[in-house]
DNA sequence: AATAAACTTGCAGCCACTGCAAGTTTAAGG
DNA sequence: CCTTAAACTTGCAGTGGCTGCAAGTTTATT
């Protein structure tokens, strides 16, 4: 999504190939943030951008990936610092703090992501598909983290609990994020989803504006 | 899924119409168990359970849904067994027990689930979709546990935080119960899912049967 | 037995998506 | 500069999911 300035050899096929690719999420994400995902055909994003419909087909492998985006590039650079993170640190600590790379893509990338926002709101159907490219990368981590505790990832639950926990938590972090347009810190969101983990998930302490029925007995 | 027999008025038209729908998931486990999810046409299926394609339509929205079903009753049970529950105990305590009615609908649908393990492990696009039907229900509960709480659902992160991670354990615990062939309790496995939630996931201690090689070295 | 309601089905059609076989553009080597 | 191979685009034809419509058929109602 971001347009990645590599160092890398960029031929005028390449540039080319990249322009094409940013006009059609561009398109994508645009023409379905003002008409609803499902009123807009492969056809329409693809005359938008100047391509044909067979062509958009080149670049994406559905409709939704349009407007979804792979992200695969974040999930590579997570998985080499939690590498380096998890010998020195609890796992917890260790995905938080791996998970920090992912929010600083987001919130350079923010105005896509805000559409995204919208696009999904108006059409759920999108959030599952949104859920499945992380479900790779889960997987992925899970295994990476099972290996360094030296546990089989099936047999023991750990790695999938916390992989599981710390993904929920942090779709649960973007959502508010989002919700509030950006005025708050993706980054804070997240820290503050974390501590709760970490925490244990303690009921939280209400400033008491009333009372509520039925005594919560403290356990133990 | 499960036939449930309601004293409920049962015509002969809606004796049918149950037979009609289960015959057509029945097919649509068989089938996809045995080919592949998109190895198999709806034409199959609805021909396998002996009524038109277009029936088939009338049953269900997509040929996903035949596969994975709905659990709407269960979702129902569940909200109302909170209810009762949330003011006499802390919240994560509370879903604990109230999933518990979910624990024992599916064991008792064991065999259905089995078959929809081996068809999602074959088609892993099928997994974002069973994670939807979930969607609808977390977001009802979140504002349940909101109410509860007396706080606004989106300003306030706890309750979205806590349906998210729980609904996530026990999705692993309900995965690790799927992968051992029911030769462990699912209700065993969320119940230690829960356990490591409330404890803030702290390092599993692992019996150190061998050092691992790549020497991670903590540091002092 | 007559009427209404519910259910099934075929048909026509939209759209996402794919393989194939052109045609066109760019890169590479002499 | 010219040639050749590779890469990219595109149209075409076809599959399959899914829907609305307009019969036709079955069941419930009075």
């Known amino acids: 999504m971001t347009p990645i300035e590599q160092d890398a050899p960029l031929g005028r096929r390449d540039l080319r190939k990249q322009q094409t690719r940013a006009a059609l ?7 379905c943030a003002l008409r609803g995902f499902d009123q807009v ?3 329409d994003i693809s005359t938008e951008a100047g391509v044909s419909s067979r062509t958009f087909f080149n670049y994406f492998a559905s409709k939704e990936d349009a407007v979804l985006g792979d992200h695969l590039v974040e999930v590579d650079a997570m998985r080499a610092r939690l590498a380096v993170l998890l010998p020195t640190m609890p796992v917890l600590e ?3 703090r791996a998970v920090l ?7 350079a990338d923010r105005d896509h992501w805000f559409l995204r926002m919208e696009i999904i709101q108006r059409s759920p159907q999108l959030l599952p598909r949104l859920v499945l ?3 790779e990368a889960e997987r992925a981590t899970t295994e990476q983290i099972a290996a360094h ?3 089989d990832p099936i047999a023991h639950g750990y790695p999938a609990l916390v992989v599981a926990a710390t993904s929920a938590s942090f ?3 973007a959502t508010r994020w989002m919700a509030a347009a950006g005025r708050l810190s993706l980054g804070a969101l997240v820290d503050e989803a974390f501590s709760g983990l970490a925490a244990g998930l303690p009921d939280p302490d209400i400033p008491p504006p009333r009372p509520r029925a039925g005594a919560p007995v403290p356990p133990g």
């Not at 999420?25 to 023409?31: H, P």
């Not at 790379?101 to 919130?107: N, T």
């Open 94 to 96: 260790a995905v938080r």
């Open 25 to 31: 999420t561009g398109a994508a994400l645009r023409l």
């Open 149 to 151: 505790l030296g546990v």
């Open 171 to 173: 779709r649960v972090a």
């Open 101 to 107: 790379l992912v929010v600083a893509a987001m919130e």
């Open 133 to 135: 490219s992380n479900a």
């Open 41 to 43: 055909t492969v056809d």
